[in-house]
């Protein structure tokens, strides 16, 4: 990656909108020849760093401008939320040497003149960020103007045309930190008297009794347009409050208007609304209505499947199951190893993409679920851990890993759990509020195109697919596909799942049972196929060699009541194996000579029999014991495998 392109993230990674690049060379001293391109924010970083990179490669000088813009126009009512504060210090001026005041990145553009930026931990209000420019540039001696919102920087790429030695302009240093804005903001002192405070709707003046009220809701009503968090409006208006209004509100009444705005969801488009906020009154915003055909026409008449019928392009799937019994991190990591390969899944064609992977596990256990699922040595596969980041607002970390899966081509976004990033507490996990709040950054996510997977806690009590997860039944309302993974009733083996799904397309099965084995995971079809192969397997382990030996139907049925077979499957089942040949019947049926069951000589009743749903056939395989000599057991913990473990068995989650 150029220093270009990492300035670039650095400064604008997180923003949405659009990143103003210009172009420009010299006649006579003077800039000429002005070309300004707009990339789209978040994904079009890695474009803009070209292009900036090509237009120097022609002799050209390069700007930005650090503020995202809501529309591809340079004016100030177009400026966005902003992730970086920054400071003109070609006239001179010094660098602090000491945080919170130390610069995250600092471009040379020429000897002894800089541009500094301060990456900040969270997005800043666009009048909050000017303000902030002012009042850096009043501590640092900078040029003022360049506190301007759409002011253009240097980029550090080619030279500075502007003297006659040329000089490079490029990155002194970036360092991958954030600083807090009020840290930052405690560090400077007050704006000089005359400027504009953020968000402030007319002037420095008092704010006299009677408007108080008004005036207070229409500036917090402007920071929340602008993604400002209620901790934030509140100390914003608190601060007015004290200075301007004349008699200052109770801090009560002053914290009710704060929470009353703090309700409405941010404006997340990229059309920021033109007129100030008003309570009560709708915001402009531009509603687009389709017709019937336009939808027809605008999406394929197909889902852009990456694993058929479980996940598919723009859409969400929710994985449900009970907490470290399941198997949902075993069942996603094994999914994700075949959408790298790009090889088939339970029988099921996927399409080949890389992953980003939001995981709540500590590394030590998470590594050993990549080992176990083939994935340890795999560049394709991104992973954020809940643990490095559990300050970050979810709607933030969401954005920032939406874009981080389009900067590397990414095309599943899995979280794991959702709860956990979200940060549901307590009862919040049954608000339909809540709930939706924590599914609207997947929404967006999966508008941008990514099929996006995220898992949950099944309850206690259980119950149907689609009810079964803790919460509210609004989290289901919110997506397209929702499986839920459990064990199988009656006395199967431990590596067995039931995948039950509900889902908005026609290429989701109902049930599909399916079984974890050394070499990956194999559908053994639906539920009726299953039970029938139970039923089989169990048979064929119970009836003996020897005709002298053979047993009647009903000690058949008997013996194999005890792994979970029931009287009518497995009489059923014994019929069908006489005819197939399998299992030899003697006697006549008749009172005193009833049917009586054994196998061929020399057949073993070790033989397994799966179910291949892709062939509706069942296909033979010898039971491979392993070295503790039972079959492989799956049982417990957040990882699973790909090939054997050392102790021979395959842990689930």
């Given amino acids: 990656m150029s220093s270009c392109e990492r300035f670039l993230r650095h400064t604008l990674g997180g923003a949405r ?82 945080e919170p005041l130390r610069p995250t990145a600092v471009v040379t553009t020429s000897p ?64 991958p930190e954030e600083r807090d804005l009020r840290g930052v903001a405690n560090e400077l002192p007050p704006e000089e008297e005359g400027r504009r405070q953020h968000g402030e709707p007319v002037g420095e003046g008092p704010i006299r009794k ?12 402007s920071l929340r347009r602008h993604g400002t968090d209620p901790e934030t409006i509140m100390a914003v208006l608190l601060a007015v409050n004290e200075r301007r209004c004349k008699p200052p509100l109770p801090e009560t009444e002053v914290a009710a208007i704060a929470r009353s705005v703090a309700r409405y969801e941010p404006d997340s488009g990229n059309d920021f609304l033109s007129s100030a906020y008003r309570m009560g009154v709708a915001d402009e915003r531009k509603i687009r209505f389709r017709t019937a055909r336009e939808i027809s026409e605008e999406t394929p008449s197909e889902p852009a499947w990456i694993v058929q019928g479980f996940l598919a392009s723009g859409a969400i799937t929710e994985l449900d199951g009970k907490i470290k019994s399941a198997g949902k991190t075993t069942l996603v990591t094994h999914m994700l190893r075949a959408v790298l390969d790009g090889r088939s899944f339970l029988g099921r064609p996927t399409k080949k993409t890389a992953a980003v992977f939001l995981t709540e596990q500590q590394p030590a256990s998470f590594r050993q679920a990549l080992e176990r699922a083939g994935l340890g040595d795999r560049d394709d596969l991104h992973v954020l851990y809940w643990h490095e980041h559990p300050d970050v607002p979810w709607p933030e970390l969401a954005d920032a890993a939406t874009e981080f899966a389009r900067e590397v081509g990414a ?17 919040a996990e049954n608000s339909a509020g809540e709930a939706l709040r924590a599914v609207q950054p997947l929404q967006r996510a999966a508008g941008e195109g990514l099929a996006v997977l995220f ?32 064990r199988p009733e009656g006395n199967t083996r431990p590596t067995v799942r039931v995948i039950e799904s509900l889902s908005r397309f026609d290429g989701t099965p109902d049930k599909l049972v399916i079984e974890l084995t050394d070499e990956g995971y194999r559908a053994l079809g639906d539920t009726a196929a299953f039970a029938q192969q139970q039923a089989r397997e169990a048979i064929l382990d119970t009836l003996p060699a020897l005709q002298e030996h053979a047993m009647t139907t009903a000690e058949v049925v008997d013996a194999v009541r005890g792994r979970g077979v029931g009287r009518t499957v497995a009489a059923a089942t014994l019929t069908r194996l ?8 003697s006697g006549s049926g008749r009172r005193g000579d009833p049917y009586r069951y054994h196998r061929p000589a020399g057949e073993s009743g070790n033989e397994r029999k799966f179910y291949s749903s892709a062939t509706s056939t069942y296909i033979a395989e010898e039971r491979k014991p392993t070295p503790n000599g039972h079959a492989a057991d799956l049982a ?13 068995h395959t842990p689930w989650s």
């Avoid at 420019?133 to 919102?149: E, F, I």
């Avoid at 009677?210 to 009503?221: M, Q, S, V, Y």
């Avoid at 006489?578 to 019947?585: F, Y």
């Avoid at 913990?637 to 790909?642: G, K, V």
Wanted: positive net charge.
């Fill in 578 to 585: 006489v005819e197939e040949g399998v299992v030899l019947r």
């Fill in 210 to 221: 009677g408007k108080r009220n008004e005036a207070l809701t229409r500036i917090a009503g």
């Fill in 636 to 648: 417990g913990n957040d990882a699973c495998t790909h090939a054997p473990s050392s102790k021979g």
């Fill in 17 to 98: 909108g659009f990143v103003a690049v210009v172009s420009a060379g010299r006649r006579d001293g003077r800039l000429a020849g002005l070309s300004e391109r707009f990339f789209p924010l978040p994904g079009g970083l890695r474009e803009a760093a070209n292009w900036a990179e090509n237009e120097a490669a022609r002799d050209r000088e390069v700007f930005f401008c650090p503020a995202p813009l809501g529309k591809p126009r340079r004016i100030t009512e177009n400026a966005g939320p902003v992730r970086v504060i920054w400071a003109d210090l070609d006239g001179g001026g010094e660098l602090p040497e000491t």
């Fill in 411 to 427: 095309g599943v976004l899995v979280v794991d759990t959702l709860g956990q990033f979200a940060g549901l507490r307590g009862d």
């Fill in 455 to 486: 898992c949950r806690h099944e309850r206690k009590g259980g119950g149907e697919v689609g009810e079964a997860a803790r919460g509210s039944s609004a989290f289901g309302g919110a997506v397209d596909i929702i499986l839920s993974l459990r």
């Fill in 112 to 175: 002894g003149r800089y541009h500094a930026f301060w990456r900040l931990s969270r997005s800043c209000p666009p009048q909050l960020a000017a303000q902030m420019n002012r009042r850096v540039a009043q501590v640092l001696g900078a040029d003022p103007s360049g506190a301007d919102l759409v002011q253009l920087l240097r980029l550090p790429t080619g030279r500075n045309l502007k003297y006659p030695d040329r000089p490079a302009v490029r990155l002194l240093w970036l360092k």
